[in-house]
């Protein structure tokens, strides 16, 4: 069984739906450290002009970095509402939007205290759309007390995984050699970014890769799936 993790992202990309379309099973990440700066709670998404992040504001404890589980949205702006106009105006011109948008108006308008249940939410709803049928997990729920690559060794022995599937930032960081001493194969992501038709790019030239992966599916629809199993389409 190939089992892969990561940390819940906000509109991931497309590079994230991959790694779990080829896995068997998949755990988000929800006790490791939350890392300012990075997709968590925000993403990019594609503009006339080229492009932008779209960010979720996050409460700050003071009392250094926070468990991603434990990530509080700061609803003390109108973020949601801004977003939502947004991905409107960025995406109004592309052809399967409108088939979206009461999941995006529904997202939007409800309350969100944790950072952790938005991007489950939308995250859930991207792989229903991409028809990505890899059972999904949380960390906390399997109760991991190893760190690193002890971690990665300790969710793949508790779910009966021989095979890990590592991003290629993996190569960076992890010990590698303690896989082949639990008995567990380690693999890495192989992701080559599909180009699909796109809003605001009249040729191949304009594309821009690696937005949030809403951008794939508001531009191609149904498409979408073949699209990233690089199917002809």
């Not at 490791?32 to 997709?39: D, G, H, I, M, S």
């Not at 059972?135 to 399997?142: A, L, N």
Request: proline residues 3%; hydrophobic residues 35%.
């Amino acid at each position: 069984m190939i089992l892969s993790v990561h940390q819940p992202q906000y509109l991931p990309w497309l590079g994230f739906f991959d790694k779990i379309r080829q896995s068997d099973c998949f755990v988000y990440l929800d006790q490791v450290q939350y890392k300012e700066r990075e997709y968590q709670n925000r993403n990019r998404v594609r503009t006339k002009e080229g492009w932008m992040w779209l960010t979720v504001p996050v409460k700050s404890t003071g009392l250094g970095r926070q468990c991603i589980r434990s990530v509080e949205v700061d609803n003390s702006s109108d973020w949601a509402k801004k977003h939502l106009a947004s991905l409107e105006k960025c995406y109004n011109r592309a052809p399967f939007f409108k088939e979206h948008y009461q999941f995006l108006e529904e997202v939007y308008t409800t309350r969100w205290e944790k950072l952790v249940d938005l991007n489950i939410k939308i995250t859930g709803y991207l792989l229903e759309q991409f028809k990505i049928t890899t059972p999904v997990k949380m960390e906390s729920s399997v109760g991991t007390t190893s760190l690193s690559t002890g971690r990665i060794i300790e969710l793949c022995l508790a779910l009966k995984a021989d095979t890990y599937l590592s991003g290629t930032g993996g190569k960076d960081y992890l010990e590698e050699e303690k896989f082949s001493q639990a008995g567990i194969r380690l693999e890495y992501q192989q992701f080559a970014h599909p180009r699909y038709q796109q809003v605001y790019a009249a040729t191949q030239d304009e594309f821009m890769p690696n937005m949030a992966a809403v951008d794939l599916l508001f531009n191609e629809g149904e498409r979408s799936q073949s699209i990233l199993l690089h199917r002809k389409v």
